[in-house]
């Protein structure tokens, strides 16, 4: 447990100099977006920022990877999805200059443009919507051999709350914080979704939380393992509570999603976004990943990727700063005027 809590210290404290830095480079001579004339130069060779293995981001980004350097003709281009510890880290980064594109929750870059939350007082004046991907849901899970019934009884039990730098932590806190259980009532294991799956499976925890795209894999995994996998519900006063105080949505994941699943699960949604730096990757290239995105998601595989549609790509953005190269392809194409 003290190395578990060690390593975390050295997490936050990385992903705390990336948000300082975030917060001075929106005020030195590199600042502002890619089209102000003291900018730093666009840049062809991109990394992208991905999520844990387990999750829908990694596999995705890593599909996403490919579709953009088998479809994009420009000299030099090309992309390279890493691990990453999502949301929170993948924003920093790429407002810090580390990732060019990422991908992150519409509520993690609410945040940050508003400064709240883990960007509290850091500028993010770097980062472009490319476009949004699919919808991902809140999953509260245990095991039927655990007897626990609600996220009231994970008061005192051993609980996975997802790893530092993604939004699934904050899901957590916010949903645990409604049902009255707050940091030091249960322990919590900062685990990414494929170990928080193993840890479950092994008896080493109790209960896991994950935002992630439905039906999930891992989630599926576990069921074919263990034939005893139970959703939690986020419902009643709790449920209100969290999109009350939130940019969480209500949202049902229903029987049939899974074809284990026999009841519906009562939880919250966010939105999958792919950003994009506009300091780092141009006008030109952004406008040409857009289209590759939108215009080639069927060569994915992966089953989220129906998902992305032109009529769902401005889902869940909002009033949220689209990359102009984004832009200036919504608009040849009808999906904003």
């Known amino acids: 447990m003290r190395k578990r809590i060690f390593s975390s210290f050295i997490l936050f404290f990385a992903i705390g100099i990336i948000l300082s830095a975030c917060g001075e480079s929106g005020q030195g001579s590199n600042g502002g977006s890619g089209s102000s004339g003291d900018s730093a130069e666009p840049v062809t060779n991109l990394t992208m920022g991905t999520g844990s293995v387990g999750g829908v981001y990694y596999p995705l980004g890593g599909e996403m990877a490919n579709l953009f350097t088998d479809n994009i003709d420009v000299e030099g281009f090309d992309v390279s999805s890493v691990e990453s510890g999502a949301s929170v880290e993948n924003i920093a980064k790429i407002q810090s200059g580390d990732y060019q594109l990422g991908i992150a929750q519409n509520t993690t870059l609410i945040n940050a443009v508003n400064q709240k939350g883990e960007f509290e ?7 472009g919507v490319i476009g949004s991907l699919y919808p991902e849901a809140l999953q509260v899970v245990t095991l039927e051999s655990t007897g626990i019934e609600s996220i009231e009884e994970l008061k005192g039990k051993k609980v996975a709350i997802g790893p530092p730098g993604g939004a699934t932590r904050e899901a957590a806190e916010l949903v645990l914080s409604a049902y009255g259980i707050e940091e030091g009532d249960f322990d919590a294991y900062e685990e990414g ?6 840890k479950l499976q092994n008896g080493t925890i109790d209960a896991s939380f994950a935002v ?8 599926d995994e576990l069921a074919n393992a263990t034939d005893q996998v139970k959703f939690l519900d986020v419902e009643g006063d709790a449920l209100q509570q969290v999109v009350d105080n ?9 029987p049939g999603t ?6 519906p699960a009562e939880t919250i949604t966010a939105m999958a976004l792919l950003l994009g730096s506009t300091e780092q990757v141009s006008e030109d290239l952004a406008y040409q990943i857009t289209k590759t995105l939108y215009e080639k998601s069927g060569d994915m595989t992966i089953e989220q990727a129906s998902l992305i549609t032109q009529d ?8 949220l700063p689209l990359h102009p190269g984004t832009e200036k392809y919504f608009k040849e194409v009808g999906i904003i005027e």
């Open 121 to 127: 007082g850091k500028t993010t004046d770097k980062v």
């Open 312 to 319: 769902n790509a401005m889902t869940g953005v909002g009033d």
């Open 246 to 254: 939130s940019q969480y949505e209500a949202y049902t994941v229903e």
């Open 258 to 263: 899974y074809e284990w699943q026999k009841e």
């Open 212 to 219: 992630v795209g439905v039906p999930s894999s891992t989630t």
């Open 193 to 198: 979704f494929g170990d928080a799956k193993s």
